[in-house]
């Protein structure tokens, strides 16, 4: 079935810094959707991009959806420590069915 | 406006007994989601439904059972518990297929 591959796994920063996490998939996909997860917290719903090549930007947050439509950035400049969490990657599996990536944990060190 | 309400928030079973999470949603979602997270894990699909009296399989349903009578609820059914399903369970709904969706805050189920 449809996988998609996130990485890094884990990712320290010291607060201000870049983060980028990126989600590749073997296939193409129709769409992909960002979540953020807290730390003990629910998945919450950020972007969903479906064009290819579309970017789109939130405060300090950039998505990316590559050209191909076979893989998505998320972009976060200047790291704060309220950005820590697992931003996950989302895309359909079917016509019903959303299959999660298996996350990037963003450690903020202040 | 709620959103989607999940209950119980937490709650710890015996090998073999039996329970039902609840999920409730007031936005008139037609999808709606079960996804159970192991620690330190990504989200893994157990069943969806596309309305009321259509629910579907999906990535790890095996010990589960769903029913969707009305739009509002899609209640989770736990048959003969084992350790394994402990886990967090998390309800979500969206209004389409291709929209964002709402998430409950989630059940921490440990099975003893």
């Known amino acids: 079935g449809q996988q998609v591959m996130q990485i890094p796994q884990y990712q320290h920063v010291q607060e201000g810094e870049d983060f980028t996490t990126y989600c590749n998939s073997s296939?193409?996909?129709?769409?992909i959707q960002w979540y953020k997860q807290r730390p003990g917290g629910h998945p919450v719903f950020l972007i969903q991009?479906?064009?290819?090549?579309e970017v789109k930007k939130q405060k300090r947050l950039t998505f990316q959806f590559g050209e191909a439509k076979k893989n998505s950035s998320l972009h976060i400049t200047a790291t704060q420590t309220t950005d820590v969490g697992t931003y996950f990657c989302?895309?359909?599996?079917?016509?019903?069915?959303?299959?999660f990536g298996t996350g990037t944990r963003l450690k903020v060190l202040a | 406006n709620a959103g989607v309400t999940q209950t119980p928030k937490f709650r710890i079973l015996k090998i073999g007994q039996s329970m039902t999470l609840q999920c409730t949603q007031d936005?008139?979602?037609?999808?709606m989601y079960w996804y159970r997270q192991d620690p330190g894990m990504g989200l893994k699909l157990i069943y969806y439904?596309?309305?009321?009296?259509?629910?579907d399989k999906g990535e790890v349903p095996n010990g589960y059972n769903v029913s969707r009578s009305t739009t509002e609820d899609f209640p989770l059914r736990l048959e003969l518990a084992a350790p394994s399903q402990t886990s967090v369970y998390f309800c979500?709904?969206?209004?389409?297929?291709?929209?964002?969706?709402?998430f409950g805050s989630g059940t921490r189920l440990t099975v003893v």
């Open positions: 296939t193409t996909l129709s769409n």
């Open positions: 991009l479906v064009k290819s090549g």
């Open positions: 979500a709904s969206s209004p389409t297929v291709n929209y964002g969706y709402t």
């Open positions: 439904s596309v309305g009321a009296g259509i629910t």
């Open positions: 936005m008139n979602h037609n999808y």
């Open positions: 989302v895309t359909t599996s079917g016509t019903y069915k959303y299959i």
